[in-house]
């Protein structure tokens, strides 16, 4: 059963443009929701995360947008950059006692930045 | 570096033979999971260490798998009679939960590949 499913699959941006990737996740007990970003040969690495308790956060030129009603959130990277260009996975996990916050991972969108 | 590190970076090796990766957390992390990563899509859990307990296994983790964490430090995950299936990137994270910060750090992970 897939739990967390990612949209688009890959994602073209010209340079100054808005990168806008999608996830949608089912189990309404999730409670932390990370985004990771991951170069080829490398591990992921974190870019962001949001608690249900919140709509929107940012972190410079990211923005996580939750939607908890949908069971919908979104990335969106301001102003890309060729150096953007990565593999971008969302994820959703179950926090708090008891839980071992394993990450259930999306498929995963690969963004080019043209120049 | 003071992140999380793995070793090897790269091990190939022939079905049938048995291999053991490393995992080095970050310092005091008291939380240590693994994961497999195959080519295009997002990592998948396999098994969570709370200090030295493994508190959850995967159903991905079959018998031939085993993984330990002794005395909560490092850990290593050992796969017997390995099969062409098993090629794949294995990724470990550490974290450690205090206040509201749940973050998983990866390593740069192990590519194994099978022939």
């Known amino acids: 059963q897939q739990q967390v499913k990612q949209s688009p699959q890959s994602l073209i941006v010209q340079k100054g443009g808005i990168s806008i990737i999608n996830c949608a996740y089912e189990?309404?007990?999730?409670?932390?929701f990370p985004w990771y970003q991951q170069f080829p040969g490398k591990g992921p690495a974190l870019l962001i995360a949001?608690?249900?308790?919140?709509s929107e956060k940012k972190e410079g030129r990211f923005t996580i947008s939750f939607n908890k009603s949908a069971k919908q959130f979104s990335l969106h990277i301001m102003d890309s950059q060729p150096g953007d260009s990565a593999t971008y996975f969302c994820?959703?996990?179950?926090?708090?006692?008891?839980?071992?916050?394993?990450?259930?991972f999306g498929q995963g969108t690969t963004l080019q930045v043209k120049p | 570096d003071t992140g999380v590190s793995q070793d090897p970076r790269h091990k190939i090796t022939k079905r049938g033979q048995n291999v053991t990766f490393r995992c080095d957390p970050i310092?005091?992390?008291?939380?240590l999971y693994w994961y497999r990563q195959t080519l295009g899509q997002g990592p998948e859990f396999l098994t969570y260490?709370?200090?030295?307990?493994?508190?959850?296994k995967s159903r991905l983790l079959s018998d031939r798998f085993s993984a330990e964490r002794p005395k909560g430090s490092f850990s290593t995950l050992e796969i017997q009679r390995t099969e062409q299936g098993d090629s794949a990137m294995y990724l470990c994270?550490?974290?450690?939960?205090?206040?509201?910060?749940?973050?998983?750090?990866f390593g740069p992970g192990t590519r194994l590949t099978v022939t």
């Open positions: 949001i608690r249900p308790d919140v």
């Open positions: 994820a959703a996990s179950r926090m708090g006692s008891g839980n071992t916050g394993k990450l259930i």
């Open positions: 994270a550490s974290s450690y939960h205090r206040d509201r910060s749940y973050e998983q750090y």
């Open positions: 310092s005091e992390h008291n939380r």
């Open positions: 260490f709370q200090n030295e307990a493994q508190l959850e």
């Open positions: 189990n309404t007990a999730f409670d932390y």
